[in-house]
């Protein structure tokens, strides 16, 4: 006879047919990408519900991988392997999504973008540009601050108010132009305003001369948006109209691509 059943060892399946162990290890490290990258095992073990000996014993394992590591103050950090795996992972990301924004490109006639929100940045992880001889680019790989953009109103208009007001006194909410947002209530606002609308605006608030409307991917792996952005005098109220429901189509058919691609 075993000395332990199945189901209460770290290998044993979970509920879902997967590895439990697996599954509790990549739990663990969302927690703490959530906790904003540091934790303590009694956090982990508050917001887990799991017992301190199975998240030591993980802990240990992903630290022996280089997957986290372990502080001088005793708490547990994110470990550097993983930016390998997610610039990686970004990539690919950009390279399903790209199709999607060609057709973005062909129905709008603007530049579209795809962005991820990375810590408390905007990361830039596909673009197709516009075919007209005034368009807008954004590097691939470029970081910008998410109270600036449309895609990081997109991104952040469901976050709790307290968690974006952290955010924002972390970066400093530093003005781009003239026109952007530089006060916490004044982008709570504009998030209230993207839930009740569906959509984001950047009104010339990253660039002047540049408008940019962007709407959130459902249920995407990651949080991601995308959006479109092209000279304040194309992209106008009245645009808007027809470009929205686009941008909110194509969103929709790219979480259900983005859905399929890991197997059942």
Not at 6 to 16: C, E, P, Q, V
Not at 80 to 96: F, K, N, Q, V, Y
């Amino acid at each position: 006879m075993p000395t332990s059943s199945a189901s209460t060892t770290d290998s044993a399946k979970s509920a879902t047919g997967g590895v439990q162990s697996l599954e509790r290890a990549f739990d663990l490290l969302e927690r703490m990408a959530d906790a904003g990258g540091e934790v303590g095992l009694s956090e982990l073990s508050a917001s887990s519900g799991l017992p301190l000996p199975t998240i030591h014993r993980l802990m240990r394992t992903l630290v022996a991988c280089g997957y986290v590591r372990q502080q001088p103050n005793r708490r547990y950090a994110l470990g550097p392997r993983l930016i390998r795996l997610g610039e990686s992972a970004a990539r690919l990301l950009g390279t399903w999504a790209r199709p999607y924004l060609a057709r973005l490109v062909e129905e709008t006639g603007e530049t579209a973008n795809m962005a991820l929100l990375d810590g408390d940045e905007i990361v830039y992880v596909a673009q197709v540009p516009s075919k007209h001889s005034m368009r807008m680019f954004t590097e691939v790989g470029r970081r910008v601050l998410p109270h600036s953009t449309g895609v990081g109103k997109a991104l952040l208009a469901n976050t709790p108010d307290a968690e974006v007001r952290a955010l924002l006194s972390r970066t400093g909410m530093p003005a781009a132009t003239e026109k952007t947002i530089t006060t916490a209530d004044g982008f709570l606002a504009a998030l209230a305003d993207v839930r009740r609308l569906g959509y984001a605006v950047d009104d010339n608030e990253q660039e002047i001369g540049v408008r940019c409307l962007a709407v959130s991917v459902p249920d995407s792996p990651t949080a991601a948006a995308i959006s479109i952005s092209g000279p304040a005098g194309r992209v106008t109220e009245a645009a808007t109209d027809r470009i929205v429901p686009v941008l909110q189509e194509i969103a929709q058919e790219l979480s259900v691509a983005l859905a399929t691609q890991a197997p059942a």
